[in-house]
């Protein structure tokens, strides 16, 4: 079974029971929901069939954040190569051949003679050789059509967005209203950005987790800050494959997924992972080795996008992407990979964590236990990487379902009327007939001996089978006694 996770983006024209239930049986572990196209009502049917489906799914919502778009158009404008065109900021006036309006209305205010104007996802680029007060007149580069409400990147220029729009604040409050896990803020250009999100969901008193979609050359070069205001990151390809050279997107997914993975922080990869599939039963072979090496730099979850909203083939997709996943966790050359040292400022916890993962290495240990009220104690475990599946016990549901998207933790809810023991044993069964373990295998596990707010204090080894002997004495903390292991 594979250990990276799989974020899925759902339709609510495609959003039935048992259509969810099929992706969740084949592997996805989050599913995404696309405001640029489900209305409310839309978004509260996902939600509620999701939940159908099983209350441990993850959900996460989009944010339109600071994005340029086209207006209206009668029908798709077809442009040729040397054609002019007049570039005005007004949202509210639909665009023709000759006159072209967009979203932002400073548009020629921080757009200069120059700048290159890329619209469709780059598929239509226009040069900016004149500029006249409001209106910005660009030469079209190259033969295309664009229709309307199509996407505008300006590479390497800054422009003054807010960084929520009216749109997403609905939204923000409507994913309060229904409880949902994440909110994949897009655009992020600074810390600011996530900043603006966290506090609409203080002010409501919202636990929502903020993921981070790097889409431009700002977000690359702020990353650091971001990683440090975020849950997680999302490394979306699409428009930062627009808005910074193409040569270069593989060595920022890189250099990204390290930074989280060093930082404790998920990080997930997206756009285009099967785009083939959309159309097609079966992917490319360049498509097949772009999971892989997504996989081979460690990162915590891969996405899909059109695949599963609009695809043709949206089971075969997930079906597809988990059995890659899972190959490509077998392939992977220990001896080549680079360990990621124990922090600076190591904490207890995290030193006893890196104990655990360790303890798979040199002493066999071919599973972890630990017991999480806020996740922490299992996102440092996965951050380290190990060969071997990590069982969180979860005191806390929503803390099972933002554990969905960090590598290799398999997160269980305990509900108040189930003991830790009874738990404890049933997860070791679990893993006994899912294959993980033999009863001869050593088993880890992490836990606290201080009650609440005590932290995680140590690390146990045994055998699988001892743990089943009924003079074996349990030190899971009791979640009616509000003990907690962090």
């Not at 969901?201 to 919202?206: K, P, V």
């Not at 990204?256 to 990869?269: A, D, F, G, H, L």
């Not at 059995?323 to 124990?342: F, G, N, T, Y």
Request: proline share 4%; aromatic share 6%; net charge negative.
């Amino acid at each position: 079974m594979k250990q990276t996770k799989i974020v899925a983006s759902i339709s609510d024209l495609r959003c039935d029971v048992d259509f969810i239930r099929k992706l969740f049986f084949a592997g996805v572990n989050v599913v995404r929901i696309n405001t640029a196209h489900a209305k409310p009502d839309g978004i509260r049917t996902i939600v509620r069939n999701v939940r159908a489906v099983s209350p441990h799914i993850g959900i996460m919502i989009d944010t339109k954040g600071p994005e340029i778009r086209t207006t209206d158009v009668k029908a798709p404008i077809a442009y040729h190569t040397g054609d002019m065109v007049k570039i005005f900021g007004r949202p509210e006036m639909d665009s023709a051949h000759d006159i072209l309006n967009v979203s932002y209305s400073d548009i020629a205010t921080d757009v200069h003679v120059g700048d290159h104007m890329l619209f469709d996802d780059g598929l239509l680029d226009m040069k900016v050789v004149e500029a006249d007060g409001p209106m910005l007149v660009a030469e079209v580069m190259n033969d295309g059509l664009l229709g309307a409400h199509k996407s505008v990147n300006v590479p390497g220029v800054h422009v003054e967005l807010p960084a929520i729009t009216d749109k997403d604040y609905r939204n923000i409050l409507l994913a309060i209203e229904l409880d949902i896990d994440f909110i994949a803020h897009s655009f992020v250009r600074s810390a600011a950005d996530v900043q603006a999100v966290q506090k609409i969901l203080d002010e409501h008193g919202s636990d929502i987790k903020i993921i981070s979609k790097i889409e431009n050359q700002e977000g690359v070069d702020n990353i650091d800050e971001i990683i440090e205001a975020s849950y997680g990151i999302m490394i979306a390809r699409g428009d930062l494959g627009i808005e910074v050279p193409i040569e270069q997107i593989p060595g920022i997914q890189r250099r990204i997924i390290r930074k989280c993975i060093v930082r404790k922080t998920p990080v997930i990869v997206a756009t285009q992972m099967l785009h083939t599939m959309i159309s097609n039963p079966r992917p490319t072979r360049a498509e097949v080795t772009d999971i892989a090496n997504a996989i081979y730099y460690r990162t915590d979850a891969l996405m899909l996008s059109g695949e599963t909203a609009s695809g043709k083939y949206p089971l075969e997709a997930v079906q597809t992407m988990a059995a890659i996943a899972e190959q490509a966790e077998k392939d992977r050359q220990r001896d080549q990979e680079v360990e990621i040292p124990l922090s600076a400022n190591c904490t207890q916890k995290e030193f006893l964590a890196h104990a655990a993962m360790d303890s798979t290495r040199k002493l066999g240990v071919a599973g972890i236990i630990t017991a999480s009220e806020t996740g922490q104690t299992a996102r440092d475990i996965a951050a380290f990487r190990g060969p071997t599946p990590v069982l969180a016990i979860c005191y806390n549901e929503k803390t099972q379902r933002w554990l969905n998207l960090s590598y290799g933790i398999i997160p269980i809810y305990q509900k108040e009327h189930v003991s830790s023991q009874y738990l404890f044993t049933a997860s070791l069964r679990m893993l006994l007939q899912k294959g993980y373990l033999r009863p001869e295998d050593k088993i880890a596990y992490l836990s606290g001996s201080f009650g609440e707010g005590g932290g995680t204090t140590f690390l146990e080894i045994n055998k699988v089978s001892q743990v089943f002997d009924q003079s074996y004495q349990f030190h899971l903390p009791d979640h009616t006694a509000k003990q907690t292991a962090e």
